[in-house]
């Protein structure tokens, strides 16, 4: 990616165009333009995250997210290109057993809440999994490399688990779904037999 921008108000999208890193203009309503659409509102959600405080390793940890998430922002401008490997992958599998071997075993459901770090995390989570739908609706009509669908897919597990070990770190815990049905332990009261 040798072009920097030197320009920001080009006016070449007043058309309803864009282009992408190989020249290409294709329309702003586009799948592609789509999905990097999503990568890019996630690396924004999470710097939003960012600005929470925030154990150190966590932080590094979404610094580095937040790069890779720029990488497959740049894969999808280029099709065809490949910047997001596998090796991004693994590293999200590594960190989604380390910190998940730190919270005790889910046996509820839980809400997206507790602290303000915890809810971004939870933000951020559902983004991966609105920007991993439309990585998956691009992937039906072209070719696409799998670790980037492969990422987004690890990240909002492993942003699940960052929002519980958040909660810990605030000195919370998980906010459980008060199931209505679940509530409904006591049998029913017998009837009397005509």
Partial sequence: ???????????TGDAGTTGLGNNQRVSKSSLRIHAMGEVDELNSQLGLLLCEPLPQDVRALLDAIQHQL??????????GYELLTGAA???????????????????????????????L????????????????ALGNEEA?????????????????VLARVLNRAAGGDDVYWRSTRL?????????PQA
């Fill in 1 to 11: 990616m040798g072009n920097r921008l030197t320009q920001i108000a080009t006016r």
């Fill in 70 to 79: 720029f990488n497959l922002g740049g894969e999808l401008s280029i099709p």
């Fill in 89 to 119: 992958v693994l590293e999200l599998d590594q960190a989604l057993a380390h910190y998940n071997a730190q919270l005790p075993p889910l046996q509820e459901f839980i809400l997206p809440a507790g602290c303000r770090a915890a809810a």
């Fill in 121 to 136: 995390a939870h933000v951020c989570r559902t983004v991966a999994r609105r920007a991993e739908r439309q990585l998956v």
């Fill in 144 to 160: 696409l490399h799998e670790a980037p669908r492969q990422y987004l897919n690890r990240l909002s597990d492993l942003l699940f």
């Fill in 183 to 191: 509530q409904r332990t006591d049998p029913e009261p017998e009837q």
